[in-house]
């Protein structure tokens, strides 16, 4: 029996990728840089962020930390390593998280234009500034005794 059923095309279901680095700083002290995002931010406006920002398409997401910690803060991390990377749909395609836990010496910080202010919070203060979910639900994850 023949069927007169029109074939459906093959639909390009290829999903858009988008991958972010932040970075978990933290000085000789143990506390941890905040960023707060300038008032012409075109995301999150006045809110408190930690450095980092997008992996672009040929970079690997440790260099892209290394490279915008240098560019939003000017600080050179002594050390840095891949903690955790977590992955989730959204809107427009599929969002890939790396965070990252890395030391500096010395608490220097020089803005970039994408910040207007800087602060240095100890573990227990974190959480009272980070009100960006994903964020914190790493922290939560990554320093479980802080809280």
Known sequence: MENNKPIKEA???????????KVF??????EILLLR??????????KWDLPGGWVE??????EACKRELIEETG??????????????????????????????VGSVVKLSYEHDTY????????????????YAAAYK???PVAE
């Open 11 to 21: 639909v390009d279901v290829t999903t858009k990728q988008f991958r972010v680095s």
């Open 25 to 30: 700083l933290e000085n000789e002290n143990k």
């Open 37 to 46: 995002r300038s008032k012409t931010a075109p995301h999150r406006a006045l």
């Open 57 to 62: 398409e040929d970079e690997e997401p440790l």
């Open 75 to 104: 600080i050179t991390a002594k050390t840095i390593n891949i903690v955790e990377e977590t992955t989730e749909n959204i809107e427009h395609g599929v969002l890939q998280r790396f965070y990252v836990q890395a030391s500096v």
């Open 119 to 134: 602060i240095w919070v100890t573990h227990k203060e974190f959480l009272d500034y980070m009100k960006h979910a994903p």
């Open 141 to 143: 994850r990554l320093y």
